[in-house]
């Protein structure tokens, strides 16, 4: 008997993955090591290096759950304990202070006294604030466990991430069903956990809460509520610059519902007795995100992670000129001689066709999300260095319905499934041991 889908199974799938994914990472580094340095871009090699930039960390140093922290994990769990001035983390940009510091309008920036000269910014900058609040906020009643401070934030990162990737399932199901009928949601939802780069779900890392946030925020907006899908949204723009897209779905479900039509009738009607503040108050829900991702920019936090992005990272938006750069480069490392680059860089590049072809494909279907899929996927190609791209657009949902619209096949269902799984555990195998995993 054919057992039908329902939130009860997604649930227990996700279960299932949440406790093989914490298996994993328990049993690989018991089992074998790898061979130092990591060689996939040209600035790896010195950051794994027996020794290396990684080994020296002191955030990620606290042996429990140290399988599950590596690279960004530190700023995460460096704010959370000791907020963005948090000591031992590197600083970026130097400048000479003045009395009251350096002033960007309408904010000023401490440097210390005439003439000195100031440390600069902590690359903690470059991070945005929800997900270490979650982990602080959790680290209180799981202190009772008796961990380190270190040990139970990691934890708490952990769990936040976990919870996070149910609420993406759940409303991966949900969209899922909605375009492809219930079996479709159900391998939606299987094609996003198992994906290659799903494992940062399981880490201490902002995927897992930022698609719990983002794709509950676009099924809400589906649903009509729209006060509590912009919440989501601007909590999901709090976790990671790029959800600042999700106003996008929000603006095409108000023109959808009449609400350009709705603010015309509305002046009409009470032209004389003042605003239609129903109108004007739904129209600052669909530019919610916007808005708070403009009001993070102009403080003091939003100059410092640009400054931060800018000059140690790399990144800015809509950075063409270094985009096209990184990228060509990278498309020429293809054919070079150095196989973990050329290796890398086929995940890579496998990604961002799978996901340009996945969202573009599904605009005419479903637009609301390939929209949003195709912003999260340009701002994140377009910020400049050539790398990350597969984690990035496990934000687009796109992708995993056109694998699951694929998957009705079970040739490419069962090909698909061993390829992704394969991947899977090389790419968290890279993590494990702090080696470059994207």
Same mark, same amino acid.
């Not at 991070?127 to 466990?145: A, E, G, K």
């Not at 983002?214 to 099924?219: G, R, V």
């Given at each position: 008997?054919?057992?039908?889908?329902?939130?009860?199974?997604?649930?227990?799938?996700?279960?299932?993955?949440?406790?093989?994914?914490?298996?994993?990472?328990?049993?690989?580094?018991?089992?074998?090591?790898?061979?130092?340095?990591?060689?996939?871009?040209?600035?790896?090699?010195?950051?794994?290096?027996?020794?290396?930039?990684?080994?020296?960390?002191?955030?990620?140093?606290?042996?429990?759950?140290?399988?599950?922290?590596?690279?960004?994990?530190?700023?995460?769990?460096?704010?959370?304990?000791?907020?963005?001035?948090?000591?031992?983390?590197?600083?970026?940009?130097?400048?000479?202070?003045?009395?009251?510091?350096?002033?960007?309008?309408?904010?000023?920036?401490?440097?210390?006294?005439?003439?000195?000269?100031?440390?600069?910014?902590?690359?903690?900058?470059?991070?945005?604030?929800?997900?270490? @609040?979650?982990?602080?906020?959790?680290?209180?009643?799981? %202190?009772? *466990?008796?961990?380190? /401070?270190? =040990?139970? #934030?990691? $934890?708490?990162?952990?769990?936040?991430?976990?919870?996070?990737?149910?609420?993406?399932?759940?409303?991966?199901?949900?969209?899922?069903?909605?375009?492809?009928?219930?079996?479709?949601?159900?391998?939606?939802?299987?094609?996003?956990?198992?994906?290659?780069?799903?494992?940062?779900?399981?880490?201490?890392?902002?995927?897992?809460?930022?698609?719990?946030?983002?794709?509950?925020?676009?099924?809400?907006?589906?649903?009509?509520?729209?006060?509590?899908?912009?919440?989501?949204?601007?909590?999901?723009?709090?976790?990671?610059?790029?959800?600042?897209?999700?106003?996008?779905?929000?603006?095409?479900?108000?023109?959808?519902?009449?609400?350009?039509?709705? @603010?015309?009738?509305?002046?009409?009607?009470?032209?004389? %007795?003042? *605003?239609?503040?129903? /109108?004007? =108050?739904? #129209?600052? $829900?669909?530019?919610?995100?916007?808005?708070?991702?403009?009001?993070?920019?102009?403080?003091?936090?939003?100059?410092?992670?640009?400054?931060?992005?800018?000059?140690?990272?790399?990144?800015?938006?809509?950075?063409?000129?270094?985009?096209?750069?990184?990228?060509?480069?990278?498309?020429?490392?293809?054919?070079?001689?150095?196989?973990?680059?050329?290796?890398?860089?086929?995940?890579?590049?496998?990604?961002?066709?799978?996901?340009?072809?996945?969202?573009?494909?599904?605009?005419?279907?479903?637009?609301?999300?390939?929209?949003?899929?195709?912003?999260?996927?340009?701002?994140?190609?377009?910020?400049?260095?050539?790398?990350?791209?597969?984690?990035?657009?496990?934000?687009?949902?796109?992708?995993?319905?056109?694998?699951?619209?694929?998957?009705?096949?079970?040739?490419?269902?069962? $090909?698909?499934?061993?390829?992704?799984?394969?991947?899977?555990?090389?790419?968290?195998?890279?993590?494990?041991?702090?080696?470059?995993?994207?």
């Amino acid at each position: 008997m054919r057992i039908k889908p329902t939130k009860r199974i997604i649930v227990a799938i996700w279960l299932g993955w949440a406790i093989i994914m914490l298996l994993y990472f328990a049993l690989v580094p018991a089992r074998f090591k790898v061979e130092r340095p990591d060689r996939a871009l040209f600035w790896t090699a010195a950051a794994t290096a027996e020794g290396g930039a990684q080994d020296n960390k002191h955030y990620l140093q606290d042996p429990f759950l140290q399988a599950h922290v590596a690279w960004d994990s530190e700023y995460y769990l460096a704010i959370a304990l000791d907020g963005y001035e948090a000591p031992y983390i590197e600083r970026v940009g130097t400048f000479v202070g003045s009395t009251g510091g350096p002033r960007y309008w309408p904010f000023v920036i401490p440097g210390g006294a005439d003439g000195v000269v100031s440390d600069g910014f902590s690359l903690s900058y470059a991070f945005f604030p929800f997900y270490p @609040l979650l982990i602080r906020t959790l680290s209180v009643p799981l %202190s009772l *466990l008796g961990l380190t /401070a270190l =040990g139970t #934030a990691a $934890l708490a990162g952990v769990i936040v991430s976990l919870l996070g990737a149910l609420a993406a399932s759940l409303a991966m199901f949900e969209l899922g069903k909605d375009e492809l009928g219930e079996s479709g949601g159900l391998r939606a939802v299987y094609y996003l956990l198992i994906f290659p780069s799903a494992f940062f779900m399981s880490v201490v890392y902002t995927e897992g809460l930022f698609l719990g946030l983002a794709f509950s925020s676009l099924l809400l907006t589906r649903r009509g509520h729209l006060g509590w899908a912009a919440l989501l949204a601007v909590l999901a723009t709090y976790t990671r610059a790029v959800g600042v897209a999700l106003f996008i779905p929000l603006l095409i479900a108000w023109v959808r519902d009449g609400g350009w039509l709705a @603010l015309d009738l509305e002046w009409r009607q009470i032209y004389f %007795s003042g *605003l239609p503040w129903k /109108a004007i =108050g739904r #129209a600052l $829900l669909v530019f919610a995100p916007l808005i708070a991702f403009v009001l993070w920019r102009v403080s003091y936090y939003g100059m410092a992670f640009s400054r931060v992005e800018e000059e140690f990272f790399g990144r800015g938006l809509l950075s063409l000129g270094a985009t096209y750069g990184s990228w060509r480069a990278a498309f020429e490392n293809l054919f070079g001689t150095n196989q973990q680059a050329t290796t890398y860089y086929l995940i890579e590049f496998g990604a961002i066709v799978l996901a340009f072809w996945a969202c573009i494909r599904g605009l005419k279907r479903y637009p609301d999300l390939a929209w949003f899929g195709l912003l999260v996927v340009v701002l994140s190609f377009t910020s400049g260095p050539a790398q990350g791209m597969h984690r990035y657009i496990l934000a687009a949902p796109p992708v995993f319905l056109m694998l699951s619209e694929f998957g009705r096949k079970p040739l490419f269902d069962r $090909l698909w499934t061993l390829a992704s799984v394969l991947l899977l555990s090389m790419m968290a195998t890279l993590f494990i041991f702090d080696m470059w995993a994207g």
